[in-house]
């Protein structure tokens, strides 16, 4: 929905990040889109051509990429590099542009940008290299955001101050916004929404409240268990047993049954279908109106 964030959570592997890469059409070689539907705007995305998705692109979405050292020219400065993300979707001479990124710089918080705008990427640390990115994302004003893990290697007060920032700026700017992350904790405070994906299948999605607080989905359920909060009474973090399939040869059925402790002899059977079991909340699961999974935050806090 227009204006919110949407959070996409899953272990490694689960799918996340070819999910954005497809929206932009970018998923490397051998990768490709063989079928489906990607709609924006009322329009498929994947009837596009080359030429028209080099439009769409940074002008009307933009990719802040997992780490932000690969996606920058270590042989370039930061201004080179900004000032070439502006000229090539809005009409500015070099002049308005370095304006441009500057400007940009002071809107991610970046002290003294008229001086570190100059800077090479290397001279920069973690923390400024995501702000560089965030306002080279934000250099177009798109409309859609994609923030790939965006919080990966920084510490903990870094982190905060980038998801803080991040959110302010969404709704300064009134952008939509889907955050990729494998923390659960990373979504609770920024997404309005969660889909959680499991070996390349959306298994449940709904609102926040609702994921964290009434999960149907027993994997849904074990990433909740597994999150660490020193607010819980809790003597120890449970695991979830195994690990994601490979999806060139995925189990049959449910791809999570050979991992889920409710799992029946039908679950290896059906694949199951995403349903909307309440207003705005989906399952994939065909067990999910027979089991009971009270969610592990909200009966440990009730104790």
Not at 137 to 154: G, K, M, V, Y
Not at 255 to 263: D, I, Q, W
């Given at each position: 929905?227009?204006?919110?964030?949407?959070?996409?959570?899953?272990?490694?592997?689960?799918?996340?990040?070819?999910?954005?890469?497809?929206?932009?059409?970018?998923?490397?070689?051998?990768?490709?889109?063989?079928?489906?539907?990607?709609?924006?705007?009322?329009?498929?995305?994947?009837?596009?051509?080359?030429?028209?998705?080099?439009?769409?692109?940074?002008?009307?979405?933009s990719y802040i990429f997992q780490d932000p050292a690969t996606s920058l020219n270590p042989?370039?400065?930061?201004?080179?590099?900004?000032?070439?993300?502006?000229?090539?979707?809005?009409?500015?001479?070099?002049?308005?542009?370095?304006?441009?990124?500057?400007?940009?710089?002071?809107?991610?918080?970046?002290?003294?940008?008229?001086?570190?705008?100059?800077?090479?990427?290397?001279?920069?640390?973690?923390?400024?290299?995501?702000?560089?990115?965030?306002?080279?994302?934000?250099?177009?004003h798109p409309r859609l955001l994609l923030a790939d893990e965006p919080t990966t290697n920084?510490?903990?007060?870094?982190?905060?101050?980038?998801?803080?920032?991040?959110?302010?700026?969404?709704?300064?700017?009134?952008?939509?916004?889907?955050?990729?992350?494998?923390?659960?904790?990373v979504v609770a405070g920024v997404a309005d929404r969660i889909s959680v994906l499991y070996?390349?299948?959306?298994?449940?999605?709904?609102?926040?409240?609702?994921?964290?607080?009434?999960?149907?989905?027993?994997?849904?359920?074990?990433?909740?268990?597994?999150?660490?909060?020193?607010?819980?009474?809790?003597?120890?973090?449970?695991?979830?047993?195994?690990?994601?399939?490979?999806?060139?040869?995925?189990?049959?059925?449910?791809?999570?049954?050979?991992?889920?402790?409710?799992?029946?002899?039908?679950?290896?059977?059906?694949?199951?279908?995403?349903?909307?079991?309440?207003?705005?909340?989906?399952?994939?699961?065909?067990?999910?109106?027979?089991?009971?999974?009270?969610?592990?935050?909200?009966?440990?806090?009730?104790?």
């Amino acid at each position: 929905m227009e204006g919110e964030t949407l959070g996409l959570v899953g272990e490694s592997g689960s799918g996340k990040s070819v999910t954005a890469l497809s929206i932009l059409g970018i998923v490397p070689r051998p990768g490709k889109i063989i079928a489906g539907r990607i709609l924006y705007k009322g329009e498929n995305l994947l009837e596009k051509s080359e030429a028209e998705m080099q439009k769409v692109r940074g002008k009307e979405i933009s990719y802040i990429f997992q780490d932000p050292a690969t996606s920058l020219n270590p042989v370039f400065n930061i201004a080179d590099q900004l000032m070439e993300v502006i000229r090539r979707h809005q009409k500015a001479t070099k002049k308005q542009a370095l304006e441009k990124a500057i400007e940009l710089f002071r809107l991610v918080e970046i002290p003294d940008p008229e001086i570190k705008i100059w800077s090479y990427p290397h001279q920069l640390s973690g923390g400024m290299k995501q702000r560089m990115a965030v306002a080279r994302a934000l250099s177009c004003h798109p409309r859609l955001l994609l923030a790939d893990e965006p919080t990966t290697n920084l510490d903990v007060t870094i982190q905060a101050q980038i998801l803080e920032l991040m959110k302010h700026l969404k709704d300064k700017l009134g952008m939509s916004m889907i955050l990729i992350t494998h923390d659960m904790g990373v979504v609770a405070g920024v997404a309005d929404r969660i889909s959680v994906l499991y070996a390349g299948r959306v298994c449940e999605s709904a609102s926040t409240k609702t994921i964290f607080y009434h999960p149907m989905h027993p994997y849904t359920r074990a990433l909740l268990t597994a999150v660490p909060n020193l607010a819980l009474k809790r003597e120890k973090l449970t695991v979830i047993p195994g690990t994601i399939p490979n999806l060139i040869e995925p189990p049959s059925g449910c791809r999570f049954h050979p991992r889920c402790e409710f799992a029946g002899s039908a679950c290896a059977e059906t694949v199951p279908p995403l349903v909307e079991m309440e207003p705005e909340h989906y399952v994939a699961c065909i067990r999910a109106k027979e089991i009971d999974l009270k969610s592990p935050l909200r009966a440990e806090s009730n104790e």
